[in-house]
């Protein structure tokens, strides 16, 4: 089943027991959240977010907030009919779906974490990572998916790293000591690697499933809460709210 199909027939399935299928949901994006909304100041200026290259889109559904990253900001307000109805076609709509699928979930007391980390947490965050991942998987060799640069620059200070990004400003510079590559080395780096740790921006790209492969995978990030819940996806996110 197509992976976007499978994720709406369980948040469907979710939503009706409970009745929610006429409540409206405001998603708040008509100016976007400012990046001092989301992320607060942070010790370090070059995340994604402060360089402009994405966005946070943020749902309010009755008073439970969900957020999702996105390079397409919008405005919208619809019932949750309306938006189990979209194509899902384009990042805008997968983002609306995803900050909705977050701030219901929430409000159901499924997930918690669905609200970004600000000011020194990102740099608690990363820290914490090192140890998560020393623990549970020793030394591996890391495929880093997407352009965290406080988790990429602590990661690679302690295992081997290679890491891949939409961004063409980042691909072939080094980045925190590490040489950033095109998305299409992404399945040799994959082959290479013992643990991918992929950005949970990967469900509203479109760009998840390829990642799936026999090794073992962690998401970071708050966007990816509410669909790691639901296909039982490894989540790591230590300073969310």
Known sequence: MDFYNDIKE????????????????????????????????PE???????????VMIQADFKGSLGQA??????????????IFDMSLNSNFERAVFISTLNAVLRYLNYISKTVHCKDKEPGECA????????ERFGNPRIAFIGMQPAMVEALAAQFEIRAVDLDPDNVGQKR?????????HTKEILSWADLIVATGTTVVNDTLTPLLTEKPIIFYGVTIAGAAYLKGYEQYCFCAH
């Open 10 to 41: 369980r948040f469907f399935s979710l939503t009706k027991e409970r009745d929610l299928m006429s409540s409206k949901v405001e998603v708040v994006s008509a100016r976007t959240l400012t990046p001092q909304e989301v992320i607060g100041k």
């Open 44 to 54: 370090r200026d070059d995340f994604p977010l402060l360089k402009g290259k994405e």
């Open 69 to 82: 990253f996105t390079d397409m900001p919008g405005n919208y307000s619809g019932t949750l009919k309306e």
């Open 127 to 134: 820290a914490h990572l090192v140890d998560y991942i020393k």
């Open 176 to 184: 925190c000591g590490v040489l950033i590559e095109d998305v299409f």
